[in-house]
């Protein structure tokens, strides 16, 4: 972080440091009330006869992870039982998972819950779901099966966040895994937090403040993030080959291969692992596969699991390795594999796979050219991570803004017609322009809104895009996905599609005096393309 400070300029630099010093103060807040919270999770009580214990398991090289152990009761008969291996999420304690730890125990799990490497009491440095961390989950499998009554033939893992990635990337290198609860997590990094090729500053912000208050960051992490956070665009083919290695979807053939079970869960709003990777990754899956999304923000969908309190999410997972590592037949084998919380109904939807979600799309035409100025925030804004789309989970108040108000110098406006009738947004909304700049490089930002009778616009998708090395005047075309979403826009509304060039979320790289003109040839006409529900 150091380093991000010392290397980035001018005003990229200043919205860099300002952000590290939002993170850091909001990830000391959240370790704070995260570990106070985790420690009123229910302990294990004598007479249920459930055995918790800590202790300490030799990982990759003899680094020590700090674990608990979690067993059944009635398990000191020489009867072995499916085993669930839990990394602990990014900055989290290793007390984080010991409510389900403790419920899938009462079903009959052991479970092993661990501090991934480089945070609080585990030894080594944080190699963010690195070849040691791969290698530290085999080790926690090879402890488990030497020293509980572990089924080796029946051993899956879960995880929340950073222990989702590193429980895929485990699946795909050790095949004693079977099956898989990826919770919030990522299988594509940088596809989440450089979607766009735009560098999500929040996102990287929150994760390298957490990283540093809880733990210790290797040397290669301390480099990459300070390259990120910099813009540093010459190290930028290392970044991505970082990433690469630390991606689910890079070892995608392994993972087929050894037929892992692999349950996939997120959050519409999820401003660290967006949603879209999570959906690309699942259609490329060819074992038993299931994908669950629901409102709200990074790991907010799971958390009151967490706490021990009753949740969608995790009684999903629960189902999931019942089927697959006890074989009970509780139906989920039978039901659809694409099952979707909308934000604005309530109950799940089932579709047969991810295609079929957006098989049905409405085209809204870009017809007008419009001028926009850079480097000026038209108001316009995907929210401030973590907390936006919280609200809207639980308020289902999404960011807003008054689409007439908005600067037309700083911010282009395209409108459909008043709807007549309820228009369900499914799945990936779709951009297509024609953008011609007065520079060689540029940032623009696309936001999909739901605009009422007042004109007040409530925020339905939004994805970044940068580009860099064109000719200045010279029009070139931009495909953009926007975030996936499940929204109901409400008889009687519309939806506006707004383009600026700045938004708190990200870094943009818009010169000073920087003009983007988006037009729309007749030869290849600008629309955005939105995914309908058909009744």
């Known amino acids: 972080l150091d380093a991000a400070g010392r290397l980035a300029t001018g005003a990229r630099a200043t919205a860099a440091r300002r952000a590290l010093r939002t993170a850091s103060a909001g990830a000391a807040t959240a370790a704070v009330l995260a570990g106070t919270a985790l420690t009123t999770a229910p302990a294990a009580h004598a007479e249920d006869g459930v055995s918790v214990r800590f202790v300490d398991i030799a990982g990759d090289g003899g680094t020590v992870l700090k674990a608990n152990v979690v067993t059944p009761a009635g398990s000191g008969g020489g009867a072995r039982h499916p085993v669930i291996v839990l990394p602990t999420s990014w900055a989290m304690p290793q007390i984080e998972y010991l409510a389900q730890a403790r419920a899938l125990a009462d079903s009959g799990y052991v479970v092993v819950s661990y501090n991934s490497r480089g945070f609080w009491q585990s030894g080594g440095e944080i190699e963010t ?11 926690v499998i090879d402890w488990a099966l030497a020293h509980t009554p572990a089924d080796p033939a029946k051993v899956g893992m879960a995880g929340v966040s950073y222990g989702a990635g590193i429980s895929l990337l485990a699946a795909a290198h050790d095949p004693r895994v079977k099956a898989v609860a990826a919770l919030s997590g990522w299988a594509d990094l940088i596809d989440s937090i450089y979607s766009g090729r735009t560098q999500h500053l929040q996102a990287a912000a929150l994760l390298g403040g957490a990283g540093h208050l809880t733990g210790r960051p290797g040397p290669e992490l301390r480099q990459v993030l300070g390259d990120f956070l910099s813009s540093n665009l010459a190290k930028e083919e290392d970044m991505i080959a970082w990433g690469r290695e630390r991606s689910a979807v890079t070892h995608l053939d392994r993972l087929n291969a050894n037929r892992t079970a692999v349950m996939l869960g997120n959050a519409w709003g999820d401003t660290i692992f967006p949603p879209n990777q999570y959906a690309s ?15 709200g923000d990074h790991a907010t969908a799971e958390a009151t699991g967490l706490l021990g309190l009753p949740n969608d999410t995790w009684t999903s997972a629960h189902r999931w390795f019942d089927h697959h590592l006890k074989g009970a037949a509780n139906g989920v084998d039978r039901e ?20 079929s979600v957006h098989a049905h799309r409405e085209r809204i035409a870009l017809a007008d050219t419009e001028h926009v100025w850079a480097n000026v925030d038209s108001g316009a804004s995907g929210g401030i991570v ?7 989970q639980f308020l289902r108040t999404p960011p807003a803004v008054s689409v007439p108000l908005l600067p037309r110098s700083f911010a282009a406006v395209w409108q459909s017609e008043r709807y007549d009738t309820v228009r369900k947004v499914r799945g990936t909304p779709l951009l297509h322009t024609t953008v011609t700049p007065t520079k060689e490089s540029g940032t623009l930002v696309a936001y999909l809104y739901d605009v009422g009778p007042l004109g007040v616009g409530k925020l339905v998708s939004n994805a970044p895009y940068t580009f860099h090395g064109r000719t200045p005047g010279r029009p070139f075309a931009v495909d953009l996905e926007l975030f996936s979403t499940a929204y109901d826009v409400p008889a009687g509304h519309r939806l506006a599609l707004v383009v600026d060039t700045v938004d708190p979320l990200y870094i943009e790289h818009n010169p000073t005096g920087a003009q983007l003109t988006f037009s729309s040839p007749a030869a290849d006409p600008s629309y955005v393309s939105v995914p309908l529900r058909e009744e």
């Open 336 to 355: 659809q594999p694409v099952q979707l919380a909308s934000r604005s109904a309530g109950g799940y939807e089932g579709y047969p796979d991810w295609k």
């Open 386 to 392: 973590l907390l936006s789309n919280l609200l809207d």
């Open 281 to 295: 990754f699942f259609e490329k899956l060819t074992g038993p596969k299931r994908l669950e999304f629901r409102p």
């Open 129 to 139: 779901a690195g070849p040691k961390d791969v290698a530290d989950a085999s080790r």
